[in-house]
Protein backbone atom coordinates (compact mmCIF):
# COMPACT_ATOMS: atom_id res chain seq x y z
CA UNK A 1 0.00 0.00 0.00
CA UNK A 2 1.50 3.30 -1.18
CA UNK A 3 1.36 6.08 1.40
CA UNK A 4 -0.23 9.77 0.51
CA UNK A 5 2.25 11.43 0.32
CA UNK A 6 1.75 14.21 2.99
CA UNK A 7 1.77 11.22 5.18
CA UNK A 8 4.71 10.26 3.89
CA UNK A 9 6.86 12.86 4.21
CA UNK A 10 5.30 13.34 7.86
CA UNK A 11 6.40 10.00 8.84
CA UNK A 12 9.92 10.38 7.70
CA UNK A 13 9.65 14.05 9.39
CA UNK A 14 9.45 12.00 12.41
CA UNK A 15 11.98 9.44 12.07
CA UNK A 16 14.57 12.18 11.43
CA UNK A 17 12.94 13.90 14.47
CA UNK A 18 13.91 10.72 16.57
CA UNK A 19 16.97 9.91 14.80
CA UNK A 20 18.46 13.55 15.96
CA UNK A 21 16.87 13.49 19.52
CA UNK A 22 18.98 10.31 19.65
CA UNK A 23 21.98 11.55 18.42
CA UNK A 24 21.71 14.50 20.49
CA UNK A 25 21.51 11.86 23.46
CA UNK A 26 25.16 10.55 22.76
CA UNK A 27 26.30 13.94 21.42
CA UNK A 28 29.46 13.97 22.29
CA UNK A 29 30.77 10.74 22.03
CA UNK A 30 34.53 11.66 21.03
CA UNK A 31 36.80 14.73 21.07
CA UNK A 32 35.18 18.05 19.83
CA UNK A 33 37.72 20.59 17.44
CA UNK A 34 37.61 24.00 17.44
CA UNK A 35 39.00 25.48 14.07
CA UNK A 36 41.17 28.33 14.51
CA UNK A 37 41.58 30.25 11.09
CA UNK A 38 44.92 31.94 12.30
CA UNK A 39 48.03 30.51 14.06
CA UNK A 40 48.42 29.91 17.93
CA UNK A 41 49.43 32.44 20.08
CA UNK A 42 47.20 35.62 18.53
CA UNK A 43 44.51 36.80 20.08
CA UNK A 44 41.98 34.59 18.47
CA UNK A 45 43.78 31.52 19.53
CA UNK A 46 43.51 33.06 22.88
CA UNK A 47 40.65 33.13 23.37
CA UNK A 48 39.51 29.65 21.46
CA UNK A 49 41.64 28.01 24.37
CA UNK A 50 40.17 29.49 27.25
CA UNK A 51 37.38 28.50 26.17
CA UNK A 52 38.06 25.25 24.92
CA UNK A 53 39.21 24.45 28.51
CA UNK A 54 36.29 25.20 30.27
CA UNK A 55 34.05 23.68 27.57
CA UNK A 56 35.64 20.33 28.49
CA UNK A 57 34.52 20.23 31.89
CA UNK A 58 30.89 21.44 30.25
CA UNK A 59 30.77 19.07 27.66
CA UNK A 60 32.18 15.87 28.97
CA UNK A 61 34.25 15.48 26.40
CA UNK A 62 37.37 16.99 25.00
CA UNK A 63 37.96 20.27 23.18
CA UNK A 64 40.51 20.69 21.44
CA UNK A 65 41.94 23.48 19.54
CA UNK A 66 43.36 23.46 15.58
CA UNK A 67 45.14 25.99 13.96
CA UNK A 68 44.41 26.14 10.17
CA UNK A 69 45.89 29.71 8.71
CA UNK A 70 46.17 31.69 6.05
CA UNK A 71 43.80 34.05 3.17
CA UNK A 72 43.17 36.30 6.22
CA UNK A 73 41.31 33.27 7.91
CA UNK A 74 39.47 32.20 4.91
CA UNK A 75 40.88 28.65 4.64
CA UNK A 76 40.09 28.18 8.40
CA UNK A 77 36.49 28.70 7.76
CA UNK A 78 36.26 27.29 4.57
CA UNK A 79 37.51 23.78 6.69
CA UNK A 80 34.66 24.38 9.12
CA UNK A 81 32.32 24.62 5.98
CA UNK A 82 32.94 21.69 4.84
CA UNK A 83 33.06 19.72 7.40
CA UNK A 84 30.55 16.98 8.52
CA UNK A 85 27.74 18.44 10.39
CA UNK A 86 28.23 15.99 13.10
CA UNK A 87 28.93 18.93 16.00
CA UNK A 88 32.75 17.83 16.27
CA UNK A 89 34.16 20.24 14.08
CA UNK A 90 33.06 23.70 15.56
CA UNK A 91 34.96 27.41 14.20
CA UNK A 92 36.06 30.28 15.96
CA UNK A 93 35.73 33.60 13.77
CA UNK A 94 35.66 37.62 14.46
CA UNK A 95 34.42 40.11 12.18
CA UNK A 96 37.24 40.17 9.71
CA UNK A 97 36.80 36.24 9.28
CA UNK A 98 33.17 36.70 8.84
CA UNK A 99 31.93 39.35 7.86
CA UNK A 100 34.72 41.37 6.03
CA UNK A 101 36.26 38.44 4.09
CA UNK A 102 33.18 38.03 2.56
CA UNK A 103 33.51 41.88 1.13
CA UNK A 104 37.61 41.54 -0.12
CA UNK A 105 37.54 37.83 -1.30
CA UNK A 106 36.24 35.37 -3.70
CA UNK A 107 35.11 32.84 -0.94
CA UNK A 108 33.57 29.21 -2.18
CA UNK A 109 31.25 29.21 0.67
CA UNK A 110 28.10 32.04 2.11
CA UNK A 111 29.23 33.16 5.17
CA UNK A 112 25.57 33.25 6.58
CA UNK A 113 24.01 30.41 4.50
CA UNK A 114 26.72 27.38 4.82
CA UNK A 115 27.01 27.44 8.72
CA UNK A 116 25.07 27.05 12.03
CA UNK A 117 25.52 29.70 14.60
CA UNK A 118 25.75 28.69 17.98
CA UNK A 119 27.33 31.82 20.38
CA UNK A 120 28.54 34.80 20.39
CA UNK A 121 31.43 34.48 23.24
CA UNK A 122 33.89 38.06 23.35
CA UNK A 123 33.85 41.51 22.23
CA UNK A 124 36.64 43.96 22.13
CA UNK A 125 35.77 47.19 20.84
CA UNK A 126 38.28 49.59 19.47
CA UNK A 127 40.57 51.95 20.61
CA UNK A 128 41.37 55.52 18.81
CA UNK A 129 45.12 56.54 19.83
CA UNK A 130 47.35 58.86 18.23
CA UNK A 131 50.78 60.11 19.25
CA UNK A 132 51.79 62.21 22.17
CA UNK A 133 52.97 65.38 19.88
CA UNK A 134 49.38 66.21 18.56
CA UNK A 135 48.01 69.49 20.03
CA UNK A 136 44.86 67.59 20.74
CA UNK A 137 43.46 66.47 24.50
CA UNK A 138 40.34 64.93 23.79
CA UNK A 139 37.98 63.62 20.94
CA UNK A 140 35.95 66.89 20.32
CA UNK A 141 39.71 68.71 19.43
CA UNK A 142 40.77 65.44 17.41
CA UNK A 143 37.83 65.85 15.31
CA UNK A 144 38.42 69.27 14.70
CA UNK A 145 42.24 68.94 13.91
CA UNK A 146 41.56 66.35 11.49
CA UNK A 147 39.18 68.38 9.78
CA UNK A 148 41.16 71.32 9.73
CA UNK A 149 44.54 68.86 8.45
CA UNK A 150 42.53 66.61 6.07
CA UNK A 151 44.87 64.87 3.43
CA UNK A 152 47.94 65.56 5.90
CA UNK A 153 46.93 62.91 8.55
CA UNK A 154 48.47 59.27 8.59
CA UNK A 155 47.16 56.90 9.63
CA UNK A 156 48.16 53.09 10.37
CA UNK A 157 46.19 49.98 10.10
CA UNK A 158 47.32 46.41 10.72
CA UNK A 159 47.09 45.63 7.18
CA UNK A 160 44.24 45.94 4.37
CA UNK A 161 40.82 44.62 4.96
CA UNK A 162 41.53 44.48 9.22
CA UNK A 163 39.29 45.74 11.34
CA UNK A 164 41.61 48.96 11.89
CA UNK A 165 41.70 49.39 8.45
CA UNK A 166 37.65 49.59 7.78
CA UNK A 167 37.28 51.51 10.64
CA UNK A 168 39.89 54.50 9.18
CA UNK A 169 37.98 54.07 6.22
CA UNK A 170 34.55 54.53 8.45
CA UNK A 171 36.27 57.48 9.98
CA UNK A 172 37.02 58.96 6.91
CA UNK A 173 33.18 58.86 5.63
CA UNK A 174 32.26 60.05 8.58
CA UNK A 175 34.27 62.93 9.24
CA UNK A 176 34.26 63.59 5.89
CA UNK A 177 37.86 63.87 5.73
CA UNK A 178 40.98 62.97 3.61
CA UNK A 179 43.55 60.55 5.30
CA UNK A 180 46.72 58.63 4.59
CA UNK A 181 45.86 54.97 5.46
CA UNK A 182 49.38 53.23 5.44
CA UNK A 183 48.78 49.49 5.83
CA UNK A 184 51.28 47.17 8.54
CA UNK A 185 51.83 43.88 8.70
CA UNK A 186 49.93 43.75 11.71
CA UNK A 187 48.54 46.14 14.26
CA UNK A 188 51.78 45.61 16.53
CA UNK A 189 54.11 47.58 13.94
CA UNK A 190 51.42 50.22 13.35
CA UNK A 191 51.09 51.12 16.89
CA UNK A 192 55.00 51.21 17.39
CA UNK A 193 54.65 54.09 15.12
CA UNK A 194 52.47 55.94 16.38
CA UNK A 195 54.43 55.65 19.60
CA UNK A 196 57.19 56.58 18.20
CA UNK A 197 55.54 59.26 16.61
CA UNK A 198 56.45 58.44 13.13
CA UNK A 199 52.55 58.85 12.46
CA UNK A 200 49.89 60.28 13.96
CA UNK A 201 46.73 58.02 14.73
CA UNK A 202 45.16 54.71 14.28
CA UNK A 203 42.54 51.97 15.60
CA UNK A 204 43.54 49.32 17.69
CA UNK A 205 41.79 46.83 19.23
CA UNK A 206 41.47 47.70 23.50
CA UNK A 207 42.76 44.90 25.11
CA UNK A 208 46.00 45.71 23.03
CA UNK A 209 45.89 49.51 23.10
CA UNK A 210 45.01 50.01 26.92
CA UNK A 211 48.99 49.33 28.47
CA UNK A 212 50.01 51.98 26.02
CA UNK A 213 47.99 54.00 26.69
CA UNK A 214 48.25 53.38 30.60
CA UNK A 215 52.09 53.59 30.09
CA UNK A 216 51.88 57.29 29.02
CA UNK A 217 53.33 56.19 25.15
CA UNK A 218 49.89 56.94 23.09
CA UNK A 219 46.78 59.33 24.04
CA UNK A 220 43.77 57.41 23.80
CA UNK A 221 40.30 59.32 23.38
CA UNK A 222 37.57 56.84 23.06
CA UNK A 223 36.36 53.51 22.80
CA UNK A 224 34.14 52.45 19.58
CA UNK A 225 31.24 51.44 21.91
CA UNK A 226 28.13 52.28 23.21
CA UNK A 227 29.41 52.02 26.67
CA UNK A 228 32.41 52.49 28.82
CA UNK A 229 34.74 49.54 29.06
CA UNK A 230 34.61 47.69 32.12
CA UNK A 231 38.98 47.19 32.20
CA UNK A 232 38.80 51.16 31.31
CA UNK A 233 36.40 53.11 33.07
CA UNK A 234 37.91 56.59 32.63
CA UNK A 235 37.94 56.31 28.79
CA UNK A 236 35.14 57.79 27.68
CA UNK A 237 32.63 55.86 24.99
CA UNK A 238 32.43 57.84 21.27
CA UNK A 239 28.61 58.58 22.26
CA UNK A 240 30.17 60.47 25.09
CA UNK A 241 32.89 61.64 23.37
CA UNK A 242 31.44 63.40 20.87
CA UNK A 243 31.24 60.81 17.70
CA UNK A 244 27.67 59.03 18.14
CA UNK A 245 27.15 55.91 16.61
CA UNK A 246 30.80 55.12 15.88
CA UNK A 247 30.68 51.88 16.62
CA UNK A 248 33.58 48.93 15.59
CA UNK A 249 33.97 46.02 17.55
CA UNK A 250 36.07 42.95 17.20
CA UNK A 251 33.90 40.33 18.41
CA UNK A 252 34.10 36.47 18.49
CA UNK A 253 31.93 33.89 17.65
CA UNK A 254 31.55 30.29 17.26
CA UNK A 255 29.36 28.24 14.08
CA UNK A 256 29.19 24.76 13.34
CA UNK A 257 28.65 23.43 10.19
CA UNK A 258 25.19 24.45 8.59
CA UNK A 259 22.66 22.09 9.29
CA UNK A 260 23.96 20.94 12.23
CA UNK A 261 21.20 19.57 14.42
CA UNK A 262 19.46 21.92 16.23
CA UNK A 263 19.90 19.67 19.45
CA UNK A 264 23.56 19.21 18.70
CA UNK A 265 23.98 22.84 18.51
CA UNK A 266 22.00 23.67 21.38
CA UNK A 267 23.58 21.15 23.45
CA UNK A 268 27.11 22.76 22.57
CA UNK A 269 25.36 27.07 23.34
CA UNK A 270 24.66 25.39 26.50
CA UNK A 271 28.49 24.18 27.19
CA UNK A 272 29.61 27.75 26.23
CA UNK A 273 27.07 29.54 28.25
CA UNK A 274 27.95 27.44 31.15
CA UNK A 275 31.55 28.81 30.23
CA UNK A 276 30.77 31.85 30.01
CA UNK A 277 29.17 32.21 33.32
CA UNK A 278 31.69 30.83 35.26
CA UNK A 279 33.87 33.65 36.98
CA UNK A 280 37.40 32.47 36.56
CA UNK A 281 36.50 32.15 32.30
CA UNK A 282 35.38 35.70 33.21
CA UNK A 283 38.29 36.85 34.28
CA UNK A 284 40.50 35.14 31.81
CA UNK A 285 38.37 36.98 29.01
CA UNK A 286 38.43 40.35 31.22
CA UNK A 287 42.20 40.24 31.37
CA UNK A 288 42.44 39.98 27.54
CA UNK A 289 40.20 42.86 27.52
CA UNK A 290 37.21 41.31 26.38
CA UNK A 291 34.12 42.02 27.65
CA UNK A 292 31.11 39.03 27.74
CA UNK A 293 28.11 39.21 25.38
CA UNK A 294 24.56 40.17 26.82
CA UNK A 295 22.89 36.41 27.63
CA UNK A 296 20.67 37.28 24.33
CA UNK A 297 23.73 37.45 22.12
CA UNK A 298 24.70 34.09 23.58
CA UNK A 299 22.24 32.51 21.71
CA UNK A 300 22.33 30.93 18.12
CA UNK A 301 19.56 33.47 17.18
CA UNK A 302 21.76 36.19 18.93
CA UNK A 303 24.93 35.45 17.06
CA UNK A 304 22.93 35.02 13.61
CA UNK A 305 20.99 38.49 13.93
CA UNK A 306 24.23 40.48 15.05
CA UNK A 307 26.51 38.64 11.99
CA UNK A 308 23.59 39.59 9.49
CA UNK A 309 23.17 42.78 10.56
CA UNK A 310 27.12 43.28 10.58
CA UNK A 311 27.23 42.31 6.62
CA UNK A 312 24.55 44.59 5.73
CA UNK A 313 26.48 47.26 7.58
CA UNK A 314 30.18 46.87 6.60
CA UNK A 315 30.12 44.92 3.18
CA UNK A 316 28.24 48.58 1.18
CA UNK A 317 31.13 50.64 3.41
CA UNK A 318 34.42 48.28 2.44
CA UNK A 319 32.82 47.32 -1.23
CA UNK A 320 32.45 51.29 -2.29
CA UNK A 321 35.75 52.13 -0.61
CA UNK A 322 38.00 49.49 -2.70
CA UNK A 323 39.29 47.70 0.18
CA UNK A 324 41.30 44.90 -1.45
CA UNK A 325 42.80 41.96 0.19
CA UNK A 326 46.66 41.79 -0.12
Known amino acids: MTLPMPLHALFIAVALATAGAAYAQTFPAHPVAIVVPFSAGGPTD ?52 HVVNGAIYQLPYDLLADL ?76 QDVVAGHIDMSFDQAASALPQVRGGKVRGYAVTQKNRLGAAPDIPSVDEAGLPGFYMAVWHGIWAPKDTPAAVVARINSAIVESLA ?7 LGDLGQEIPAREQQTPQGLGAHHKAEIEKWWPLVKAAGVKAE
Open 116 to 191: SPIAMIASNPQLIVTKNALPTKNLAELVAWMKANSGKISFGTGGAGTPSHVSAVYLQKTLGVDIQIIHYRGSAPAM
Open 278 to 284: DPATRAR
Open 46 to 97: TIARIMAERMTRAIGQSVVVENTTGAGGSIGVGRVVRAKNDGYTLGIGHIGT
